[in-house]
């Protein structure tokens, strides 16, 4: 117990060896029992979503795996886009969360970094535009008149998008253009594909395969093109300042998890695919075909590296199309020591922070 409590008896007596002893078990018991009930009584509030580039979250609410590593309670949130999820997290609804890179970085600069930093990469790929094969889009210059997708205002992909049309000298029609970006739930993208009211969705995986599956789709552009070896983050886990504040531990366990879980998926991609299979269908209603989830996993990479520089040119990116007002300050904005002690303590190599 690290200290030697003096028990008196009644009426201030001294208590003999053997009735100190026996306290000192006493005192002993009680510890243990308080230390154990203080684990089991913890609660971790998780954010996710439903998709395959949050396979660590899927995977773990599937096996239990988080409540293992932690010992603590996971309280997991879904949700369906990332400002949403920022929003929580501001709001103290949650402690941490699965989330795409141009949430964080607006919430980021919003709360000028007092509110969470990433700990983690979780997924790079997985993300892109699919349309529709009836839409007489061929070619970039075919989107005049279109109404194209996103999963929410703001997120990760409508950023992508509205800096890859910008690119290609497209005008939105909120601007008095002729191209409608259109916020919609990925499940709503599917919905509004099948019934011909949108033209085609920048979105990720699973919805990608599924809007080529099920909704007859074709992939137009793969975003792994627009980016240097193709890799870029599409998914990190971040964690509130407070809980890294209040309970260290508890986030140092998370993070060796998540690092164990993605281990797992990288290492047996057969029962990783059925395990995200059945979550999937647990949190949507539906599982996939095997040939969307297989085609899914070829287009995402599961890794903890966070792909530091495609966040930091993708706050350029939202600054250029307006959603930061002024470029963002993003020092401090990762905390990589509880990733690295993690990497380490499993003989795998650090990783720097920018």
């Not at 690290?2 to 306290?23: E, R, T």
Request: charged letters at 20%; hydrophobic letters at 40%; one cysteine or more.
């Amino acid at each position: 117990m690290g200290w030697d409590p003096i028990v008196y008896g009644q009426g201030g007596a001294s208590v003999g060896p053997n009735g100190i002893k026996a306290m000192k078990r006493f005192w002993g018991v009680v510890w243990l029992v308080g230390a154990t009930c203080g684990v089991a009584g913890q609660e971790l509030r998780l954010g996710f979503f439903p998709n395959i580039t949050h396979g660590q979250a899927l995977y773990a609410k599937a096996t239990g795996d988080f409540e293992k590593a932690t010992g603590a309670k996971i309280k997991w949130t879904a949700f369906n886009a990332g400002p949403t999820a920022i929003e929580s997290i501001f709001a103290g609804a949650i402690d941490a969360t699965y989330i795409g890179p141009s949430p964080t970085v607006n919430g980021f600069a919003k709360s000028r970094g007092q509110e969470f930093v990433i700990v983690a990469g979780a997924a790079s790929g997985g993300a892109g535009l699919v349309v529709r094969k009836d839409s007489n889009i061929k070619g970039e210059k075919d989107f005049n008149g279109k109404t194209i997708a996103t999963p929410q205002l703001g997120n990760t992909q409508d950023v992508a998008a509205r800096e890859w049309f910008t690119e290609k000298q497209y005008k939105f029609r909120e601007k008095g253009g002729t191209l409608t970006l259109m916020p919609l739930a990925n499940p709503d993208q599917l919905l509004m594909f099948q019934k011909k009211q949108i033209d085609g969705a920048w979105t990720v995986e699973p919805w990608l395969s599924r809007l080529e599956l099920e909704g007859g789709g074709e992939l137009f552009l793969d975003e792994k093109k627009l980016w240097p070896d193709g890799k870029f983050v599409t998914t990190h886990l971040i964690v509130s300042r407070k809980l890294i504040q209040s309970n260290p531990e508890l986030v140092k366990k998370l993070v060796s998890a998540h690092v164990a879980v993605t281990k797992k998926l990288n290492e047996d991609k057969n029962a990783a695919t059925k395990i995200l299979n059945d979550q999937l269908k647990v949190e949507t209603g539906k599982s996939l075909q095997p040939e969307a989830i297989s085609r899914a996993l070829t287009r995402v990479e599961f890794t903890w590296d966070p792909v530091q520089a495609s966040l930091f040119k993708g706050a350029d990116a939202a600054h250029k199309v307006g959603f930061l007002k002024t470029a963002p300050k993003l020092d401090g904005i990762y905390s990589l020591n509880f990733l690295n002690d993690a990497l380490k303590a499993q003989g795998l190599p650090a990783l720097a922070a920018r």
